[in-house]
């Protein structure tokens, strides 16, 4: 068994409270309707996106979550008492938005399709990680490790040697293993079987810019997502108890392979640390304090990609970033640092541009709590399934496993208000959220 995660746990206390409605004025020219996908937003088998976006956005891209933020260029409401954003962010795509309302504060081309990279294993994870119990083992085969791109990141999976399902999540989400995807993916049934439940999962989000080609994010043509889908990928992971524990781990033990030492098998280990920068740290860049995950991603179509979430003063937020231009060595987390530190200090004070849509199946009037809300793994599909509170469950019954914040469904009242409105509508906890602090 692996030696004991290298990470700090602490539940992340949040305010319990249920707010009944909360509307958020703006000028009538940009306010943004109810998130409601239009049919030529939805992709289907028969899409065709390019493998080599375009040098600039498109004229016309998704609007789910608000019009705004299918605008191309910088949205944001900076109005008197909201800081002004950093002048330096030069990636082709990003946002920023409160991971629990689900208010997004500032974007930029938020729904630009472009390749994902690794970033796509958010999806992979939150689609397949429900499926199986972490204490699963399974011996690798050599048709587990076939079909992986050229220059593929690898974790060191070994043919002939067993694995638990555990061991293979830390691979992906650590050192981002295509070879703990492929394993995984077959134990899902085949890599095309694992493409088309990603597929239908991110519909199910609503996470209309993407198409999944192949599970791990290698480029392959027509692969694309968005900023805006890898932001819900990630907030819908984070509802998932083993997703959130794998996420925000630092570093750990990995098998190794097994030999002989006197007449007797001994199974190796060897270390691996996660390559989210902004988690783990670096030469030139530090642990971002109350960073807890999720994923970060990098081929030679989508250049650096990074989503984060991070939590300070009892706020949590989620940052996207997308293929800076700056050419500078570990630019995206730079730039993610510094949307989020414009994030932090503009929450509770800037007019949100959009929103993050919650899944089609989360109930929006009402809510079971209960073991789903835990999102641990463990064969049980539901579990996929996260859960919308409702003023009827503002928390879990075990405030051991966390505490989240409650938004009802805005009455019908409130659209008719005069003037455009921007309205928030729902609150989609983020339970017993794994903090970050920085280190000594």
């Known amino acids: 068994m692996p030696a004991p995660l290298q990470t700090i746990r602490r539940p992340l206390l949040v305010l319990s409270a249920v707010l009944s409605s909360l509307a958020l004025t703006a000028p009538v020219a940009l306010a943004a309707p109810s998130p409601t996908p239009t049919p030529s937003a939805t992709p289907s088998a028969t899409t065709s996106a390019s493998a080599s976006p375009t040098a600039t956005p498109p004229a016309n891209m998704s609007s789910v979550g608000g019009t705004r933020l299918g605008m191309a260029g910088t949205q944001v409401n900076l109005t ?13 795509s990003w946002i920023v938005s409160d991971a629990e309302s689900g208010a997004v504060l500032a974007a930029h081309n938020a729904h630009w399709r472009l390749p994902p990279a690794s970033t796509l294993k958010m999806l992979f994870a939150d689609t397949v990680l429900p499926k199986f ?27 002939g040697e067993s694995y638990t399902v555990r061991d293979l999540w830390l691979g992906v989400f650590l050192r981002s293993g295509n070879d703990a995807v492929h394993v995984l993916s077959h134990m899902n049934g085949g890599v095309a079987k694992t493409v088309a439940d990603m597929n239908t999962h991110a519909q199910d989000l609503q996470a209309l810019d993407t198409r999944v080609v ?31 524990e794998y996420c925000s781990t630092v570093s750990v033990k990995f098998p ?3 030999t002989k030492v006197k007449g007797k098998s001994v199974r190796g280990t060897f270390d ?10 670096d030469s030139d860049v530090s642990v971002y304090p109350g960073i807890a995950g999720v994923k970060n991603g990098n081929t030679t179509n989508a250049g650096a990609t990074f989503t984060g979430v991070a939590e300070r003063g009892g706020k949590v937020l989620l940052v996207t970033v ?9 630019e995206v987390y730079k730039e993610a640092a510094k949307i989020l530190d414009w994030g932090f200090q503009a929450d509770g004070k800037v007019q949100p541009v ?12 009402s809510a079971q709590p209960g073991a789903t809300a835990t999102g641990e793994a463990g064969g049980d599909t539901s579990s996929t399934k996260p859960v919308a509170s409702s003023s009827a469950s503002a928390a879990e019954e075990d405030g051991s496993s966390g505490v989240g914040i409650a938004l009802a469904v805005v009455g019908g009242l409130l659209v008719l208000l005069a003037g455009g409105v921007f309205l928030v509508n729902r609150r989609w906890p983020l339970p017993d959220l794994v903090r970050r602090r920085p280190r000594p």
């Open 80 to 92: 008197s008492g909201v800081p002004v954003l950093p002048k330096d962010v030069t990636a082709r």
């Open 133 to 159: 119990p972490r204490t699963t083992e399974h011996k690798v085969v050599a048709s587990d490790l076939a079909g992986m791109g050229e220059g593929s990141s690898l974790v060191g999976i070994k043919e």
């Open 214 to 244: 192949t599970p791990d994010g290698y480029d392959e043509p027509g692969q694309v997502s968005s900023a805006y889908d890898l932001t819900l990928f990630a907030r819908s992971g984070l509802q998932k108890k083993d997703f959130r």
């Open 256 to 258: 190794g392979e097994t």
């Open 272 to 281: 691996i640390r996660n390559t989210n920068r902004l988690l783990s740290g």
């Open 322 to 330: 997308m293929n800076p231009e700056k050419d500078e060595h570990n």
């Open 354 to 365: 959009g929103e993050l849509v919650a899944p089609k199946n989360a109930a929006q009037a």
